[in-house]
């Protein structure tokens, strides 16, 4: 035991600096932003974390601001209307209650592990948990950022199945 610890006293920089490796590469698999530059952590941190507080509170109206009307998104919520004008709050509102949990999943956990550059946008991928009626599933929850006049605008979100642990 002695002899183990003056070996750990005397190379004491490289055992120091061995665990500071291990330390840094523990924190990066935990960072889902790790791809990312500074600025486009600090710029997509809160609203990611936005997007994923109200989809899981069901916070609607303030989803409706970071919400991408794109044709797909209005084809979900407006039964095939794909070119309808954008919703106002009141609409989207309306929408999401009516829709969520019966005809599309609902959102129950959400913890984001991955979230990086794609094609001048961003993809954040999480491990979830969403229910519809008494349907429920765990799976990787996918959804794309653009930045639209300088903001991040959230599209319709995906699930695969049962493919990861929560």
């Known amino acids: 035991m002695i002899e183990m610890l003056r070996f750990v006293y005397m190379k004491r920089p490289a055992v120091i600096a061995l665990l500071v490796l291990m330390a840094k590469a523990c924190s990066a698999q935990s960072d889902p932003y790790t791809s990312l530059t500074q ?3 600090a710029f ?3 609203a990611v974390e936005r997007f994923v507080k109200d989809m899981t509170k069901q916070d609607w109206k303030d989803m409706w601001e970071i919400q991408d ?3 797909n998104m209005k084809n979900e919520l407006l039964e ?3 070119d309808a004008p954008d919703l106002d709050q009141v609409q989207y509102v309306r929408a999401m209650r009516s829709i969520v949990g019966v005809e599309f999943l609902r959102v129950r956990k959400f913890q984001v ?3 990086r ?3 001048g946008n961003f993809i954040v991928i999480g491990c979830g948990t969403a229910t519809r009626e008494s349907w429920h599933q ?3 929850i996918i959804a794309g950022i653009r930045l639209l006049n300088g903001k991040p605008k959230f599209d319709l979100w995906s699930m695969t199945s049962n493919s990861c642990s929560n």
């Open 117 to 119: 550059a794609d094609k």
């Open 113 to 115: 592990r991955e979230v």
């Open 69 to 71: 009307q794109t044709p």
């Open 39 to 41: 600025e486009q952590r």
């Open 44 to 46: 997509l941190r809160p």
């Open 138 to 140: 765990t799976g990787f």
């Open 80 to 82: 095939g209307n794909r």
